[in-house]
């Protein structure tokens, strides 16, 4: 059975420090890992990733993923309080049957 | 380009009582989703569709959940009798492509059902 496990699940920083959350997976058939952030309502789309060790960028996000190593982390620098969030980690398989989501991890911001 | 629209937004009922909810995925989107998201967790996969026809259900509750997508286009999502655990926000999702050309999720607003 597939499985997305998240780490931390909790995590509260302050206004300008820089994040790192973290997913790994175990999936029959990997085809790609996505990101979503999670705000009061739909998550919304950050990232997709596909191959190993090629970095996605937009902004103060960036994440990256090990596909040997089953994992990937997200990277927020600088964080404001809009980064406050749910930020769920998801996988498809490679017949894109369906996306098995993690817990997600839970990010306050402070001022 | 118009988003996954879902209703309603709320919805507060008994146990025992029925409920359905309604998704209108984004226009050529083929495939659709149903997910049930329970507070402090990730999104569970209820359903899936491509066009009208069931890729999987596996972990639809069937005798007591059932959902439709009888023209390929819009769906619904029934509960019948609901119980306390079911309450949750009901998350539709749609996609572009079908099986390796499925691209992201892009999802509706949620239906948040409480259950008393």
């Known amino acids: 059975e597939d499985k997305v496990v998240q780490s931390p699940l909790s995590l509260v920083v302050h206004e300008g420090d820089t994040v790192t959350l973290n997913c790994s997976y175990e999936?029959?058939?990997?085809?790609?890992l996505l990101w979503y952030k999670q705000e009061k309502k739909a998550p919304t789309f950050l990232f997709m990733l596909t191959s190993s060790g090629i970095e996605k960028k937009s902004g103060r996000l960036s994440s990256i993923l090990d596909k040997k190593e089953l994992f990937s982390i997200l990277n927020i620098t600088a964080t404001q309080t809009g980064d406050s969030a749910i930020y769920l980690c998801?996988?498809?398989?490679?017949?894109?049957?369906?996306?098995?989501f993690g817990p997600g991890t839970r990010l306050s911001v402070l001022p | 380009e118009a988003g996954v629209a879902q209703s309603p937004r709320y919805k507060i009922i008994e146990k025992r009582q029925s409920v359905a909810f309604w998704c209108n995925p984004i226009?050529?989107?083929?495939?659709l989703y149903w997910y049930q998201q329970i507070l402090g967790q990730g999104p569970k996969l209820l359903i899936q569709f491509q066009n009208n026809g069931v890729v999987d259900d596996s972990q639809l509750p069937k005798d007591r959940f059932s959902a439709e997508r009888l023209k390929g286009v819009d769906s619904t999502l029934k509960i019948q009798p609901a119980k306390l655990e079911d309450s949750a926000v009901y998350l539709c999702a749609s996609s572009l492509g079908t099986g390796a050309n499925t691209g992201e999720l892009f999802f509706g607003e949620g239906s948040r059902l409480t259950v008393l």
């Open positions: 226009s050529g989107h083929a495939t």
């Open positions: 998801a996988v498809n398989d490679n017949y894109g049957q369906n996306f098995v």
């Open positions: 999936v029959t058939n990997f085809r790609s």
